[in-house]
C-alpha cells in the first residue's frame, strides 16, 4: 500500500515569492493534517481536515498561508508571500476517520527553504 | 494546553549500550501516547504506541510503559545498534484531536 506522497522533496524560492506544496494521503483516510517542522524542534500542526472540512486551522497564520483539500482526498498547502522565517520542513500526515487516538502516518516532508 | 518534553539531545552511546530517552507529559483526559523516529533523510514514522494507562509499547527491540502516576512514556532498548541512530519524537493524541510532539532527541550509536 502506498504511503503519503509528498511533492516537491525540495524547494528553494526566494522571500515575498509565492509557494506551494502537496499532499496524497494513503487512500480511505479521510483526515489530513499539515505539520510544520523548524529546524531541531518537532512539528507543529498548521491546518487539520477531516474529509473536505478545515476542524482545526487555529495555528495557521492565515495572512500569508493557505490550504485547500479538494474532493476531500489530495491536498496543497500555499505560501504567499514567502518569509525567511517560513523555512522549514513541511509534513503531511493522515489517519483514518474516526480512529480515535492512533496513530498518523507521516510523508517525507517537503524541505523549503527562503533565501 | 497538551505537550510533550523531552529529555535534551544529542544521545551518544556505545554499540550495545543501554538506552534511555526521557519522555513525559501534560494533558486532560486520557491521551494516547507515541514514540516516532525520524532516520537521516527519511520522514516520521511510527516506533510503537500505547493507548492506556500500564500499557506496553514494543518494537525493534524498543519499548515503551505507559505510567499515567507520573505521566511518564520513557523509551528503552537494552541494546542499541548503529542502525538505531536517528531522532527520536515522544507524541501525545487526545480525543482524535491533532497530535502534540516534543522537541525530538537526536540519538547518535558509534561502533
Known amino acids: 500500500e502506498a504511503g503519503v506522497v509528498q511533492s516537491p522533496r525540495y524547494k528553494i524560492i526566494e522571500k515575498k515569492q509565492p509557494v506551494a506544496f502537496w499532499c496524497n494521503p494513503i487512500?480511505?483516510?479521510?483526515?489530513l493534517y499539515w505539520y510544520r517542522q523548524n529546524l531541531g524542534q518537532g512539528p507543529e500542526l498548521l491546518i487539520r481536515y477531516e474529509n473536505e472540512e478545515a476542524v482545526d486551522d487555529s495555528q495557521l497564520p492565515k495572512d500569508r498561508f493557505s490550504a485547500e483539500r479538494l474532493k476531500g482526498v489530495d491536498s496543497t498547502l500555499k505560501i504567499q508571500p514567502a518569509e525567511l522565517g517560513d523555512s522549514a520542513v513541511y509534513l503531511c500526515a493522515s489517519s483514518p476517520q474516526g480512529a480515535g487516538n492512533t496513530e498518523a502516518f507521516f510523508g517525507q516532508g517537503t524541505r523549503l527553504t527562503v533565501v | 494546553g497538551d505537550s510533550v518534553t523531552q529529555m535534551e539531545g544529542p544521545v551518544t552511546l556505545s554499540e550495545e549500550a543501554f538506552l534511555t530517552i526521557n519522555c513525559t507529559y501534560t494533558a486532560t483526559g486520557y491521551p494516547s501516547l507515541f514514540w516516532y523516529v525520524q532516520y537521516p533523510g527519511e520522514g516520521l514514522q511510527l516506533l510503537l504506541k500505547?493507548?492506556?494507562?500500564?500499557d506496553k509499547g514494543s518494537n525493534k527491540g524498543f519499548e515503551a510503559t505507559y505510567r499515567k502516576e507520573t505521566t511518564s512514556f520513557h523509551l528503552e532498548k537494552g541494546s542499541v545498534q548503529v542502525s538505531d541512530s536517528a531522532v527520536y519524537f515522544c507524541a501525545l493524541r487526545r480525543d482524535g484531536n491533532k497530535l502534540v510532539f516534543g522537541a525530538g532527541t537526536i540519538l547518535r550509536v558509534k561502533s
Open positions: 500505547a493507548t492506556k494507562a500500564d
Open positions: 487512500s480511505g483516510h479521510n483526515t
